[in-house]
């Protein structure tokens, strides 16, 4: 049998379908579907697809003004459904390709829709999938070439050829993939590729930086109590980074917005000769509406290079260190979702002195992150900790492999830490004379904004100034 392909493609007719069978596969089961599906689509330029499908609706050019529009003949067959594979041959003019791949719960999902998509690759290479859906809903959709469908079910896929220009198919939902539901497939933990399907090609209607305050933090988060903090020893504090993300896209009927804000809430105590335990946790406030939809963890701002570091001051050294989170690994293998009990690469910061630090000023303390060691690692995210050899450590910290990323909302739908968030924690001890002295610590947060629509890229850091006692 030839690889697995998509039964689902046959989704792809815009008109006249001819179905020899109604069947289609089961969960565990190979199913070769004998359907064959004809139909028509349109291929655009990415200026066409600008000027006609993108930005206010009344600045757009009409399709039919476009000379550069073509139309091109679809014929489907051959589908074969597996679990959640499909297969499918597609002729596209007079080029016949295969397409296979992954199906998958739409992020539409979260407003109980039933929309299933698939991670599609053209066999021979000819084509991008851009979009493949299967929406089998009756509510209102974003169609771009056939709104008859609307509040129909229907079926999308959208082709970028080897010149760049999009072809668009949409059509009515065979009968044989009305039985599809939602439940069956599995969700994707980074749906963006299907949300931001037009990355590249749409132009944003707008971008922009907004001035952290009251009001965009109640924007990017839905709620206000993220408010600013002061530093204060023995409680959390909350730093929010002084710009809030924004970007937005209209591209048909969807008004695309995105609200992107990263925050610190942090810790840090006295320190004795039991343990004492600074905390430091980057979390991220946002979402992206759709039209009246709200989508949390689909945004096109995403959070990379991050690094979280601490520096004591005097009479004090770090004994060991622990991390948690739930992060995004971007890699081709391996990748997906980390959390507790997954292993994650980082650069193991470390600084050893001669001698416990007793004097030190605070450009002493950054000093000592600055110029520490690092070392390519692996730790455990969860209750697994790091020891810290050598004495005393005077700086420890890490750096996460430029692979992961953190993009989804930390707390949100009424939960704490479902989304994205990064936890590192040091143990300090007092190493003196048996005297107590106020003294100085200092904290380093580092990180890259990233923006995938415009590939911008915005270096971010921050020091703050860690006030405690250290006594025995």
């Not at 041959?89 to 998509?117: C, M, P, R």
């Amino acid at each position: 049998m030839r690889k697995l392909k998509i039964l689902i493609l046959a989704v792809v007719v815009l008109t006249g379908s001819l179905l020899q069978t109604s069947v289609f596969a089961e969960n565990n089961t190979s199913q070769v579907l004998d359907v064959v599906t004809r139909g028509q689509g349109i291929s655009l330029t990415v200026d066409a697809f600008n000027e006609s499908m993108v930005g206010q609706v009344e600045k757009r050019k009409s399709l039919e003004s476009q000379k550069l529009l073509k139309n091109y003949d679809l014929k489907l067959d051959n589908f074969i459904l597996s679990g959640g594979n499909v297969s499918i041959d597609v002729t596209v003019g007079e080029e016949q390709v295969q397409l296979f791949g992954l199906l998958h719960a739409s992020y539409k999902v979260q407003n109980g829709i039933n929309s299933i998509v698939g991670d599609l690759t053209d066999e021979t290479g000819r084509y991008s999938v851009l979009l493949f859906e299967i929406f089998n809903d009756n509510k209102n959709d974003n169609l771009l070439i056939n709104r008859d469908l609307q509040e129909k079910p229907h079926l999308k896929l959208y082709l970028l050829d080897g010149d760049k220009n999009i072809i668009l198919f949409e059509t009515d939902l065979p009968e044989a993939l009305r039985g599809l539901e939602v439940g069956s497939f599995a969700e994707k933990e980074d749906n963006k590729k299907e949300m931001f399907w037009f990355k590249g090609l749409a132009e944003p209607e707008m971008v922009k930086e907004i001035t952290t305050t009251e009001t965009s933090i109640a924007e990017a988060s839905g709620k206000t109590d993220l408010d600013f903090a002061p530093m204060a020893l023995n409680s959390f504090s909350t730093w929010t980074n002084p710009t809030t993300y924004y970007t937005s896209f209209y591209v048909g009927t969807d008004y695309t917005q995105c609200w992107s804000l990263p925050y610190l809430s942090y810790k840090h105590v006295n320190v004795t000769s039991s343990d004492s335990t600074w905390i430091a946790q980057f979390k991220i406030a946002e979402h992206t509406k759709v039209g009246n939809y709200t989508y949390y963890g689909n945004n096109v701002f995403e959070y990379k290079n991050l690094k979280i570091a601490f520096g004591s001051g005097d009479y004090s050294t770090m004994i060991r260190t622990f991390q948690q989170g739930r992060i995004y690994d971007n890699s081709a293998f391996n990748g997906g979702l980390k959390k507790v009990g997954d292993k994650i690469a980082t650069s193991l910061i470390k600084k050893t002195l001669s001698a416990v630090p007793y004097g030190s000023t605070i450009n002493d303390v950054i000093g000592y992150i600055n110029t520490a060691t690092s070392t390519s690692g692996e730790v455990t995210l969860g209750s697994q900790g790091v020891s810290l050899s050598g004495s005393p450590v005077s700086a420890a910290g890490e750096k996460l492999a430029s692979k992961f990323k953190l993009e989804e909302s930390t707390d949100h739908s009424g939960r704490t830490d479902n989304g994205h968030y990064f936890t590192y924690q040091v143990v300090l001890n007092y190493e003196g004379n048996g005297s107590s002295k106020n003294t100085t610590g200092n904290l380093q947060l580092k990180f890259d904004v990233f923006n995938s629509q415009t590939n911008k890229t915005t270096p971010i850091s921050k020091d703050f100034t860690l006030a405690y006692r250290a006594s025995k």
